[in-house]
Structures are given as C-alpha cells and as structure tokens.
C-alpha cells in the first residue's frame, strides 16, 4: 500500500496532481502485477515521505488509466517521468536508485 503522501492519479485529477503542481513531480507509471514496480514502490514512498511538500510523487496505474498510459507512451513499467510546472522534463525507464530519483527531483527544482 501506498505512502499517504504518494498521490494515486488518474485521467481525471492528472492535470491538477502533476500538470499544475508547483513543485518537481515525479510519476511512477506502474501495474498491480509488475514485480519491479513492487520493488520501486516502497523507494518511492520513502521519498514522498522524506521530502513532505518540497516534492510530489504520483502513480499512475496503467491497468486502470490506459488513455494516460497511451498518451505518455508507456510500453515499459516501471516509468518514471519528472516534470516541473508542467513540463516534462526528464524519463527514466525500469527500477531506479533512490539516491537518481532525488537527484533528478533536485535538479529540475
């Protein structure tokens, strides 16, 4: 189970979770069945929890928002997207370190 910092988005609240937010967003796209999503999601709310407002971390599951999954062109999991001010700013494709994730969110604050 998610962090409760970690924001569950959907087609619905994307635009507002991430497009508009005021702070670097990182977007887990990620499935129920994904092993490696299930490794990265405990990395993911660590950080949620560590960086509190300074930072969002939303998931996006694309079982359940496949119009958002074919919009970003998702056809690998886990993806992580950064965006700032609603703006994509960076992908990074499979299990990533937490010590990159942060340093990616860092680097576009």
Not at 2 to 28: C, E, G, M, W, Y
Request: glycine share 6%; hydrophobic share 50%; proline share 6%.
């Amino acid at each position: 189970m998610a962090s409760a910092a970690v924001i569950l988005s959907s087609k619905s609240t994307f635009a507002s979770d991430v497009l508009q937010a005021t702070v670097p967003v990182v977007v887990d796209f990620w499935a129920e069945w994904c092993g490696p999503c299930k490794m990265l999601g405990p990395v993911l709310d660590e950080i949620a929890n560590e960086k509190g407002a300074a930072v969002r971390v939303v998931k996006v599951n694309v079982d359940e928002e496949p119009d958002l999954a074919v919009e970003y062109g998702i056809r690998n999991i886990p993806a992580l997207f950064f965006f700032k001010d609603g703006e994509l700013k960076h992908k990074a494709l499979g299990v990533q370190p937490k010590a990159e994730i942060i340093k990616r969110l860092e680097s576009i604050a």
